[in-house]
C-alpha cells in the first residue's frame, strides 16, 4: 500500500465525523474515526437540518433513513416585537434540492443513524473512549501523518502510533488537532446569556421554528417529532451564568406556553456562543471541518449543516486523491472554495441575533416597520419570505475554471425523466457520484469536441449525459445517458447553459460552463494538475476576510 493509500483518521464521532466517514465509505476509502467519549452524543445540540444536507446524505444512502426521524419542515416563522407574525420564511423554492428547506430533528437519533451505517462496512474503523494525543507528519515533503492515540484511562504506555495519509478534524470547537496544530481562530465572543431547554410532553404541533422579537425577552421556539421542543430565552444580566441552567428558571420562562416538571426537561444549559472562523483550515496532511474551523450563532440554524457541507466537499477531494485520480494539490481548493461561504454565513448568523433578537425597543420597532414595509410589495416579500437575505452557496474561487453565471453555482436537484422507463427520478440518482459532463440542448455532433487526446488522458472517470429542454423526449446514445425536464426546474437551472456543456463536480457544484469551442482549452487546463484553479491564489476578498473582535482578540485552539 503506498502512503497516498493508507487510512484517513477521522478525529471526532459528532454528526460532521460521522457524515464525512459514511461519504468516504460510499466511495471506497478506508478509515479509522477516533471519539473520546465513550459513545454517540445523548444531548440535542443540533436541531435542524437543511435541504443541502439531506441531499449529501442522500449520496451516502443515508436519505430515507434520516428522513424517518425529522420533522419535515416549511422554515420560519418571525414575530413582531409585540407577539405579532410577522412573515414566515419558507425558503427560496420547495424541494430545491429534493428535499423540505429545513428539518428538524433530535441530535442522539441522527448520530445513531449515521453510526449504525458504518457497523456492517469493513473499511470502517470506529473508535470510542479513544483520544487523539499527538500528531506530526514524516516524510521528505510530509507525506505521511502520524497519530497517537490511547484508549481513554490507559497508561502512557498503552499510546499506540499510526500512519495515516490524511487527518479530517471534526472535533469541535475544542478541536484537539486545531491546538496541536497552533492553528488559532479570529472573531467575536458574544457575551449574552441564553437558557436553552429541550422538552418532552409539548403541545407545540408546528412544522416550523419561531422566533419571537419581543425586546423584553428574545425567545425561539422549534418543534420536534413525538412531543419533543426546544425552547431558547435571552437572559437578563444577573438571572443565570453560563453552565447549568436552573429549573426555576426554565418553569418560569416556559409559563407562558406550558406546564413543565423536571421529568419533562431533556437538557438545559445555560449558554454563550462565538462568532470564529480558524486561520488556517488546511495544514500539511491535515484539514479541518465543522466546529473545528468555524463556530456561528444558532440563530440561522446553520452550524451543523455548515459543517455537512465540509464533508461533502472534503470528501470527493480525499477520494480523487486516495484512488490516485488527483494530486494532493486538489486538497487546497477544499479551504479557498467553503472558507467565503462559512465566513459569510457566520456574519450573517450574528446579524440575524442582531437584528431579530435585539433588546432594543427603538431597533425593533425599526426593523418591523421596515419589515412591514417590504412585505407590502411583491420584490420585498420574496425578499423575506424566499430568504433572499442569506448567503448564496457559490464558489468563485477553487475548482473553477470561467466567469459564467453558472460556474461556482450549486445545481438544484430536481426531478428529471430518463429513458427508457421516463419514470421521473431525482437527478442525482443520474449524475452519478463522480464528475458528470452535461450537454444542454446541445446536437449530437457538438460531442465530437470531447474525441480528443487531452480529454482522453483524464485519469477521473466523467459520466456523459444530454440534457433535452423544452419539453422533449430524451433518447440515449451508446455512450451517453439522457435527461429531460420533469416539472419545469431542470429547465430554469440550466436555461442559461443552452447549446452549451457543463461540467459537475462530485458535490454538485458547477465547475465549468463551455461551449464547443471551448472545450479543448478546459481540457488542457484539466490536464495541468487538474486545472490551474489548483495553484490560483484565493484572491483578494477570499483571503482578507475576518472577523475581528471587539476586543481585538484571536481565538486559540
Known sequence: MSDEQLPVLIVGGGPVGLTVANLLTARGVPFTLVERNPATSDEAKAISLDDESLRTLQRAKLADAVLDIVVPGTGTRYFDRKGRPLFHARGPQ????????????????????????????????????????????????????????????????????????????????????????????????????????????????????????????????????????????????????????????????????????????ERSTNYTFNAVVADQWRKGRCLLLGDAAHMM?????????????????????????????????????????????????????????????????????????????????????????????????????????????????????????????????????????????LGVAVPSTAWNAFDTPQWSA???????????????LPRAEDDRRAIADADGALQQALHAARNRFVLVKPDWYVAAVMDPAGVRDVAARLGEGRMTALTRPIGKAADTVTIHAADGATFPA
Open 297 to 437: 450563532p444558532p440563530f440561522a440554524g446553520q452550524g451543523l449543516n455548515s459543517g455537512i457541507r465540509d464533508a461533502a466537499n472534503v470528501a470527493w477531494k480525499i477520494s480523487e486523491v486516495w484512488h490516485g485520480r488527483s494530486p494532493a494539490g486538489l486538497l487546497d481548493t477544499y479551504e479557498q472554495e467553503r472558507r467565503p461561504h462559512a465566513t459569510a454565513m457566520v456574519r450573517y448568523s450574528e446579524r440575524l441575533g442582531e437584528v431579530v433578537m435585539t433588546t432594543s425597543k427603538g431597533r425593533a420597532l425599526l426593523r418591523d416597520v421596515v419589515a412591514r414595509t417590504l412585505l407590502a410589495t411583491p420584490p420585498g416579500r420574496r425578499y423575506l419570505t424566499q430568504m433572499r437575505f442569506r448567503p448564496a452557496a457559490r464558489q468563485p474561487h477553487g475548482y473553477v475554471f470561467d466567469t459564467h453565471p453558472l460556474t461556482g453555482t450549486l445545481l438544484p436537484q430536481p426531478r428529471v425523466l430518463e429513458p427508457p422507463h421516463l419514470r421521473p427520478v431525482m437527478l442525482d440518482d443520474v449524475l452519478g457520484s463522480g464528475f458528470a459532463l
Open 458 to 472: 483524464l485519469a477521473m472517470p466523467i459520466r456523459r449525459i444530454d440534457v433535452v429542454l423544452d419539453d422533449r
Open 94 to 265: 420547495p424541494y430545491r434540492h429534493g428535499y423540505p428547506f429545513k428539518n428538524q430533528f433530535a441530535q442522539p437519533e441522527l448520530e445513531h443513524v449515521l453510526l449504525d451505517a458504518l457497523t456492517s462496512e469493513p473499511q470502517a474503523d470506529v473508535r470510542f473512549s479513544t483520544e487523539l494525543v499527538a500528531l506530526h507528519e514524516e516524510g521528505s515533503e510530509s507525506q505521511v501523518a502520524v497519530a497517537e492515540f490511547r484508549a481513554a484511562g490507559q497508561p502512557r504506555a498503552a499510546t499506540e502510533t499510526r500512519r495515516f495519509s490524511w487527518v479530517l478534524a471534526c472535533d469541535g470547537g475544542r478541536s484537539t488537532v486545531r491546538e496541536l496544530l497552533g492553528i488559532t481562530m479570529t472573531g467575536t465572543s458574544h457575551h449574552q446569556v441564553w437558557l436553552v431547554a429541550d422538552t418532552t410532553g409539548d403541545p407545540h404541533d408546528e412544522r416550523y421554528g419561531m422566533h419571537h422579537g419581543r425586546p423584553e425577552r428574545p425567545t425561539v421556539i422549534v418543534p420536534g417529532r413525538g412531543g419533543r421542543c426546544r425552547y431558547e430565552f435571552l437572559l437578563h444580566p444577573g438571572e443565570g451564568h453560563k453552565g447549568q441552567a436552573d429549573f426555576a428558571m426554565i418553569r418560569r420562562l416556559l409559563a407562558p406556553y406550558r406546564d413543565i416538571t423536571p421529568e419533562q426537561v
